[in-house]
């Protein structure tokens, strides 16, 4: 990485299509290359980007690793739009001195109260109802039609107890549920009483879960967390919910478990290779299935691009915070 030269001025590049406001904001101290389309790069584009500007603003389906920053003798900062930041290599972004920053906090209960929706659109069968209404199916009201399974009383499992888990748990007191996660480590017993919420081990948290809610990071270690084996030892009835991230979750196995009678139902933000969604996923009716849209309200929208905003001024050495971006992922950088 090169040392910020206050005198040059800086180019920044925002790779997707962003709130016209915060693109204003960057242009107040940047020459901001914005982009008006939202496409896949290759590679090799992202490569060519990169090698161009001094810092830039990325969206989750911008991968960044050791081959994309070969040769970028440039840039010193990535802002990243979203709290997860499996996008990133951050260890390859340390060796290049680049500083990394996410979006955390302001997207919390947005995504708390989305996983919510999937929860109860998938034990209700909201969706698949509502299907086969529009489909002019409805002729009168059949008493012991579209059956589904209760929310409230039942036993809510949180897989991963981050923010964003604690958030769903805090939710859960309303529909009267005894919640129990499993983490890397227990909560702190404050924070634990907050969400009324009990640690169990993994096999406990899958065996006694009547809805299991998925909001753990995407990493190596989770990849098919949920995967054949965890989905047979769920209850028959069971609701899962993934709003984390798409590869968590084993799709394949998922969709034979659904089929097979073996897992009541799922809501999914997220999959395996997203945009593409497994095709036997979209072939079932007891899946609820929505476009990575867990953080997708206006106001939420809005504040994850004005902190990714910030970010990316302050660790460009510009504005109030000059040097101090508000959420660094790899705050060791900025040290050196
Ligand atoms: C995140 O912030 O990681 C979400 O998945 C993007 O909305």
Known sequence: MGTIDMNHPQRVWVSRPLFPEVVAKLAEHFEVLAESEDQRRSPEQLRAKLAEVDGALLGLADRVDAAVLAGNRRLKAIANLGVGYNNL??????????????????????????????????????????????????????????????????????????????AV?????????????????????????????????????????????????????????????????????????????????????????????????????VFEGEPAVHADLLKLDNVVLSPHIASATADTRRAMASLAADNLIAALGRGPRAGRPPTPINPAVLAK
């Open 89 to 166: 290599d951050i260890d390859a972004l340390n060796a290049a001195g680049i500083v990394a920053t996410n979006t955390p906090d302001v997207l919390t209960e947005s995504v708390a109260d989305y996983a919510w929706a999937l929860l109860l659109a998938a034990a209700r069968r909201v969706s698949a109802a509502e299907r086969w209404l529009r489909a002019g199916h409805w002729q009168g009201m059949r008493f012991d039609d579209w059956l589904s399974v209760d929310v409230h009383g039942k036993a809510l499992g949180i897989l991963g107890m981050g923010r964003i888990g604690q």
């Open 169 to 269: 748990a805090r939710r859960a007191a309303g529909f009267g549920m005894a919640v129990s996660y499993h983490n890397r480590r227990p909560l702190p017993a404050e924070l634990e009483q907050a969400c009324r919420a009990r640690y169990v081990d993994k096999p406990t948290l899958l065996r006694e879960s009547d809805h299991l809610v998925l909001v753990l990071p995407f990493t190596p270690e989770n990849r098919h967390a949920i995967g054949a084996p965890e989905l047979a030892a769920m209850k028959p009835t069971a609701v899962l919910v993934n709003i984390a991230r798409g590869g968590i979750v084993d799709d394949a196995a998922l969709a034979a478990a659904l089929r097979e009678g073996r897992l009541g139902a799922a809501g999914l933000d």
